[in-house]
């Protein structure tokens, strides 16, 4: 009966392990080779230790003892529950858990029945073999021996290993009472680690002995009043127990006593540095105390900058006091007021304090320094502009600030530089404007008729190759005024072989009685913008200088002599009851056999009506 029954088995097992699709690897080392109904076990040429019972058959299914297979043949974890008769493997990252009597096997989780349920004989449980394929690598059946070879499947767990590695460091370092490096360590104990609830117990006990010595270290600190220490002590703690209500009470009741101690401590600070520049006047060192208290204090910000401000305006004023003591005469006020400007850059939030001192004393100065304009009238015809400029006495004054303004835009408007530009007939005031309004200088503005725009008559010369041209761009004296309205005159003689007055051209206007004043400017141009005008040549070559002789109706009327390029002219000719009028231009011959090559300009020239 019992080779039968051996027969049954040895078909039915061969028939089992032909359903599993595990690969063979008998002659590997790690190979565990066992035999039914013998306790000698091998791995490799190694005979393992016995286990309590031998492998049996039951219903076809290899059984072995639980405990013996799960921790010295795979090398894995066991947990039995005495209570619910439940048993659970892990093994190579794998959770096997079964009940005596009960067929359902949970692999993973998942639940499968095998034919047999585990049993218990002797006291020994065993369980069926194929429940545990999951973690073998080879299952092999020998059935000339009636032997099982088995390889345990060669995965690795790191997550399990650092665990495990962490659990063993834990328990080590609570034993050792390093209770912070026990609370790191057995903190990394895994759920799926067979010593999780071990890793539990221990942690606690390393926390409450590690909070235990933690009072005791207050305690102490209290003692000596020592807050900061204390406070210090506290957020390292919470930094191990992040999440412990009392440390955290802890720290919150110490910061308030540390708050509390602070705020008496920097009161007294300020009172004191109060006390002291009250009698040393010595605001910046105060400042610097202040603010070198506030980086140690940033929680009493408020207080601290109030003081801080208050420092600092009564340094501000000290420093305007300083500066503006001894500013009588205008170049120490001039020279105050630079030093006010530069105080506010540095004090901006001042900026009110300082103005007003500024102010004050640019009134001053207004009354010490007098102010002109480089002209005190000047006539502009339509389309032309002219550069005036401030002047001071002293003449080294910095500090006046001004503005341009015209009482009657419409006819000759002023920019921000002081040039003038006329737009129609009729006059206008230009006025330097200090910054309180006050009028520092003036200058009368007339736009006459312009006269290029009367018809004149052919003019006569001495040379066909000179010329007259209607200035239609712009003329540019030495002064860098720019005008845009005149007669321009080329003239070019040669071989003339001695020195003397030589006849250049004449023009003539009708002015029928019209007019009681023609004025205008005589330049010798330094550039000519104008399409009809060559400048290529504007130097003057052999000429000593040009003149201008005005006649009405045959009468001499005025010459302008000397009209040089460095040197041009301004001209005023009383016509009042001129019907005719003639302009005559002359040059004074300098060297003799040689070029005279000049152009000469009349510009802004305008009448002024009866």
Not at 97 to 116: L, S, W
Not at 127 to 153: G, K, N
Not at 359 to 379: A, F, G, M, N, P
Not at 380 to 401: A, C, E, F, H, R
Request: glycine content about 4%; hydrophobic content about 40%.
């Amino acid at each position: 009966m019992r080779s039968i029954a051996k027969s049954v088995f040895i078909v039915a097992f061969v028939l089992s392990l032909a359903m599993l699709s595990l690969t063979v690897h008998a002659d590997q080392i790690d190979t565990v080779r066992m035999t039914l109904d013998s306790t000698i076990v091998t791995k490799g040429s190694v005979v393992l230790a016995a286990p309590p019972l031998a492998p049996i058959s039951m219903n076809g299914r290899v059984m072995l003892p639980f405990r013996y297979l799960v921790q010295t043949v795979l090398g894995g974890d066991v947990d039995y529950d005495g209570d619910t008769r439940r048993i659970t493997a892990h093994v190579s990252g794998s959770t096997i858990i079964m009940v005596v009597d009960q067929q359902e096997i949970f692999i993973n989780g998942m639940a499968t029945d095998f034919g047999q349920a585990p049993i218990v004989i002797n006291g020994s449980t065993l369980v069926p073999l194929r429940a545990f394929e999951v973690v073998l690598e080879s299952l092999v059946w020998d059935p000339i021996t009636s032997s099982v070879s088995l390889t345990p499947l060669s995965l690795t767990d790191p997550e399990l290993d650092a665990s495990r590695i962490a659990y063993q460091s834990g328990i080590k370092a609570l034993a050792n009472r390093d209770f912070v490096k026990a609370i790191s360590d057995l903190k990394q104990v895994i759920t799926r680690d067979r010593d999780y609830e071990n890793a539990k117990a221990s942690l606690s006990e390393a926390i409450a002995a590690y909070k235990a010595n933690l009072f005791d270290t207050i305690k102490r600190l209290e003692t000596s009043s020592s807050l900061n220490d204390i406070a210090v002590t506290l957020n390292s703690a919470l930094a191990i127990l992040p999440a412990d209500a009392e440390i955290t009470a802890m720290l919150s009741s110490n910061s308030k006593k540390l708050f509390d101690k602070n705020k008496e401590y920097v009161y007294e600070q300020i009172a004191e540095i109060s006390n002291g520049v009250a009698i040393t006047q010595n605001y910046l060192d105060a400042i610097s105390g202040l603010e070198a208290m506030l980086r140690e204090y940033p929680e009493f910000s408020t207080d601290i900058n109030i003081e801080i401000a208050k420092n600092k305006r009564e340094h501000v004023m000290q420093q305007i006091a300083n500066i503006s003591i001894g500013a009588t005469s205008a170049p120490k006020i001039d020279a105050a007021i630079s030093e006010l400007k530069k105080l506010l850059v540095t004090y901006p939030d001042y900026s009110s304090n300082i103005r007003v001192e500024i102010d004050k004393l640019t009134s001053q100065l207004l009354k010490l320094v007098r102010v002109s304009l480089s002209e005190d009238s000047i006539v502009l015809v339509s389309g032309s502009s002219m550069q005036l400029s401030v002047t001071y006495s002293p003449s080294d004054i910095k500090n006046i600030d001004f503005t341009f303004a015209s009482s009657n835009s419409t006819v000759a408007g002023v920019d921000n530089s002081g040039r003038v530009s006329a737009s129609k007939q009729g006059t206008t005031l230009v006025s330097v404007l200090s910054s309180d309004g006050s009028v520092l200088a003036t200058c009368d503005v007339e736009v006459p008729t312009d006269l290029t725009a009367l018809r004149y008559s052919d003019y006569s010369s001495a040379s066909s190759r000179d010329k007259l041209y209607v200035l239609t761009g712009t003329a540019t004296d030495v002064e860098n005024n720019s005008f845009s309205k005149g007669l321009v005159f080329f003239s070019r003689y040669e071989s003339y072989n001695f020195p003397g007055i030589i006849y250049l051209a004449t023009v003539s206007y009708e002015l029928n009685s019209e007019y009681s004043k023609l004025s205008g400017k005589a330049i010798l141009p330094t550039s000519i913008s104008d399409v009809n005008i060559s400048s290529s040549r504007l130097d003057i070559e052999n000429i000593g200088a040009v003149e201008l002789s005005f006649y009405g109706d045959g009468r001499h009327l005025e010459t302008i002599k000397y009209i040089t390029k460095s040197s041009p002219a301004d001209f005023e000719v009383n016509v009042n009851g001129v019907n005719s009028l003639s302009i005559q231009i002359s040059g004074t011959y300098a060297n003799g056999w040689n070029t005279i090559i000049v152009y000469t300009a009349l510009v802004n020239m305008g009448l002024t009506k009866n």
